[in-house]
């Protein structure tokens, strides 16, 4: 089947610790991106990459940091630096990077709680 | 920087009802996208809009790009329960790189 990844749906860490959520796809998007969701808001967005070993902030980036050495992987690590890191995280991909009009599709989350 | 109002808010249905939310930019945009989304999960696409003027059904939903290309709406026609969860727009401007926009939600509940 393809679709998005994202693992694992819940995740608990204490803080002060590093953490890495997991996003893939098999849908061959070129595009993939972050985002972070909180109670009552919209999405915001993260990080998010064009192409294979290139990214950009993106709204919120501080805190957060992330890699693109494969075209269907896009791991997103909180640091201890990010001050609020509990949250909904959404990773999402699209088959279009650089420009024009594209259509993003979504994983199913992973919801973070740091303790 | 840019901005999606979305409204509204939340609303109750009653099976049956047809619901109506709508999404106004500050700017133009060239792609509105709807979303629903269910708890605990990720937005699924409902509708993808391209074109100003462009009206698209899926079922019993229909979304209309707003000829101004500022604002969208979308319809759900005699809703059923399951239509319950949060509704999002999004949209895209020229020389965004891709990156969307998103509105707050609308949340949609059943009446008690």
């Given at each position: 089947d393809g679709g998005i990844t994202q693992s694992p749906k819940y995740l608990f860490r204490k803080e002060g610790q590093n953490v890495t959520l997991s996003c893939e796809q098999n849908?061959?998007?070129d595009a993939m991106y972050w985002y972070r969701q909180d109670p009552g808001q919209g999405l915001r967005l993260i990080y998010y990459s064009q192409i294979v070993n290139d990214f950009q902030k993106g709204d919120i980036a501080e805190g957060y940091s992330v890699s693109r050495e494969k075209k269907e992987s896009f791991p997103l690590t909180v640091t201890?630096?990010?001050?609020?890191?509990?949250a909904f995280y959404l990773c999402a991909s699209s088959p279009?990077?650089?420009?024009?009009t594209d259509t993003q599709y979504f994983g199913p989350g992973t919801r973070l709680t740091v303790l | 920087g840019q901005q999606l109002n979305q409204s509204p808010q939340s609303m109750f249905i009653q099976e049956g009802e047809d619901v109506s939310m709508n999404c106004t930019s500050s700017s133009i945009f060239n792609t509105w996208l709807w979303y629903k989304q269910d708890p605990g999960e990720g937005p699924v696409l409902l509708i993808a809009l391209y074109k100003a003027g462009e009206l698209t059904s899926n079922g019993r939903l229909t979304a209309q790009f707003g000829i101004t290309r500022k604002d969208s709406f979308l319809n759900i026609s005699?809703?059923?329960?399951?239509?319950v969860g949060i509704y999002f727009c999004a949209g895209q401007s020229l020389g965004s790189q891709g990156n969307l926009i998103f509105g707050k939600g609308t949340k949609l509940s059943v009446k008690p």
């Open positions: 849908l061959n998007h201890s630096a990010q001050k609020n890191p509990t279009r990077g650089a420009g024009g | 005699a809703s059923i329960p399951s239509d």
